[in-house]
């Protein structure tokens, strides 16, 4: 049985808006703006959850292999990339693929699964620099 619950698109994770307000709303909050959050939902979650039993999907406008690392050491199994695909096109995937090897091959991380939930390679700061790293995979 699989069931996804959305931690980081629920506009009441994080604003004040009034619950009255909120039931008249539509839609969610997403985009570049929600990053952040989404980053503190996946760090959040990651120590809650059995992963025996749940697998966590890190989803929140990841548009580089820097938030794919990043996504992946705060302890996501899995990413999800939509709204950037229909920004960016198809190609993204592949230009986020090379950076993320890039970033692998930098620290010294052979395969992806040593990047689940590593707090060692949390530390390190991908999203620093991330524009000269995607210009050296390139």
């Not at 808006?17 to 570049?32: D, Q, Y």
């Not at 959050?37 to 292999?65: C, E, M, N, P, Y």
Request: glycine fraction near 8%; hydrophobic fraction near 45%.
């Amino acid at each position: 049985q699989t069931c996804a619950l959305p931690i980081s698109k629920d506009p009441r994770a994080r604003l004040r808006t009034a619950p009255e307000e909120l039931r008249r709303m539509r839609g969610a909050i997403s985009g570049w703006t929600n990053r952040d959050a989404a980053f503190q939902a996946v760090a959040q979650w990651s120590r809650r959850i059995d992963r025996k039993r749940h697998i966590l999907v890190g989803v929140g406008s990841l548009t580089s292999g820097a938030h794919v690392w990043r996504m992946l050491t705060l302890g996501a199994s899995l990413v999800q990339i939509c709204t950037g695909v229909v920004y960016h096109g198809p190609g993204l995937v592949k230009s986020m693929k090379r950076e993320l090897l890039a970033l692998m091959d930098r620290h010294g991380v052979s395969d992806v699964d040593t990047l689940i939930g590593n707090a060692a390679l949390a530390e390190i700061d991908p999203l620093h620099g991330a524009q000269q790293l995607a210009r050296a995979a390139a």
